[in-house]
């Protein structure tokens, strides 16, 4: 007998749902690149224990709850979903977590290998993001109502495009403590972040009668946010947050309260979360020949933000998520020392265009053998070098990239006096 061979497909796809458990094709879906994925059905058979023998001789189908998991880079578009399913509220442009203990549900579409596991009802229990080393990864637990083996979907259906986030692309990583006016950025002081969500979802309470499956939306409990942050310890101001105090714990009060906020950028796409009230539970560190790390496990806890707080005034909540993507992007200064063949800063009159697609971004004139550019956006711009007063023969710059610093580049440009 020959073994057919058949396609393989791994996949994961989320559908928002209006209705508990009742899938609607028409809303909005995301697709999701996986790195491990979990779908498998729960025990479905419980053994009665009787006294008439040491075997057990009988049982009955089980309460049919799916909780199953998956693994995933996390990129601009998941990132803003994931934290709108696990949060549960969403105002504009800004996320942050709903008082109702009734999550957003969604369809699960999963390809096992050989054949699609679609599952209804599904409520995000908890998400973890950590950032560390290459890639910000997410790691999702779910719970579902029930599932149901559908065909596999064709590839062509799906785009997974997206440029997954790094470790740069946390643009800036900003504390504030209790008496300081102003953040203060700690990007290159912290080594690896780690966030937990968790909703406690509560699927004995959706049972009801007459049907082993959940028979309402499951009801999320309380909410735990959990923060880790790895950082070095140059000033002992840790140490002392935790305390409360440069010299030891205080008698009645724990630590000082602080808001931490963090940037993600890539390119035009920019993502902000920001945490109202903060306080260091335990600062972890081992002494060791290498320099000291704090290891913070913080406690994030619900404010109501004061008005004068951008984007998050007169909102009340314990984090906030905030699509970013109409802030300004960061400016810099491009300056191009201009020298002629010999390396003689050029004392004819030159002129110099950035310019993108064709369109002129900007132009600068000069006879000083310096041109600066102020307040350029990143990107790659194409230079044209032009002179008023003699023909330029060529120049050894086409080209230049702005990447998140300002630069300072060499420029050598022939000119002649024929045209």
């Not at 993001?129 to 109502?145: C, D, G, M, N, R």
Request: hydrophobic share 35%.
């Amino acid at each position: 007998m020959s073994v057919t061979r058949m396609e393989e497909l791994k996949y994961l796809r989320l559908i928002p749902e209006d209705e508990y458990a009742v899938k609607n094709e028409e809303n909005e879906s995301i697709d999701i690149d996986i790195s491990e994925m979990d779908l498998s059905p729960p025990e479905q058979f419980t053994k009665y224990e009787s006294v008439v023998s040491r075997d057990y001789q009988q049982g009955t189908a089980s309460y049919y709850v799916l909780e199953n998991s998956f693994n995933c880079n996390v990129n601009m578009d998941n990132l803003a979903f994931l934290l709108y399913a696990v949060l549960g509220n969403k105002d504009g442009n800004i996320i942050y977590g709903t008082n109702s203990s009734l999550l957003p549900s969604y369809t699960v579409q999963g390809g096992y290998g050989t054949y699609e596991k679609e599952i209804l009802g599904m409520v995000l229990d908890t998400l973890s993001l950590e950032v560390e080393s290459e890639f910000i990864t997410a790691s999702a637990e779910i719970k579902s109502k029930i599932d149901s083996k559908q065909p596999l979907k064709d590839l062509a259906e799906f785009d997974f495009d997206q440029i997954p986030l790094s470790f740069y692309h946390v643009d800036s990583v900003k504390m504030r403590r209790e008496d300081e006016q102003d953040f203060v950025e700690m990007r290159c002081k912290t080594n690896k972040i780690n966030l937990e969500i968790k909703n406690n979802v509560n699927t004995e309470d959706a049972r009801g009668m007459g049907n082993r499956f959940m028979c309402k939306t499951p009801r999320a409990a309380r909410r735990e946010l959990g923060l880790t942050l790895t950082v070095d310890d140059n000033d002992q101001k840790y140490l002392e947050m935790y305390w409360g105090s440069d010299e030891g714990p205080r008698k009645y009060l724990a630590g000082e309260e602080f808001e931490l906020m963090f940037y993600i950028r890539n390119g035009n796409r920019k993502f902000e979360l920001y945490f109202p009230k903060c306080v260091i539970r335990q600062p972890s560190a081992t002494a060791n020949n290498d320099p000291l790390k704090y290891e913070l496990s913080i406690d994030i806890m619900s404010k109501t933000v004061p008005a004068a707080v951008p984007y998050y005034g007169g909102l009340a909540g314990a984090m906030f998520a905030r699509i970013a993507d109409s802030d300004p992007n960061p400016k810099y200064d491009v300056e191009f020392n201009l020298v002629d063949e010999a390396g003689t800063s050029l004392s004819d009159s030159v002129t110099v265009k950035l310019k993108q697609n064709n369109s002129v971004v900007s132009t600068k004139t000069s006879s000083t053998g310096s041109v600066t550019f102020n307040n350029i956006e990143d990107g790659k711009y194409d230079i044209e070098v032009t002179s008023s007063s003699k023909t330029v023969e060529s120049y050894s710059l086409s080209k230049v990239l702005v990447d998140g610093a300002s630069k300072t580049r060499l420029m050598t440009v022939i000119l002649s006096d024929g045209e």
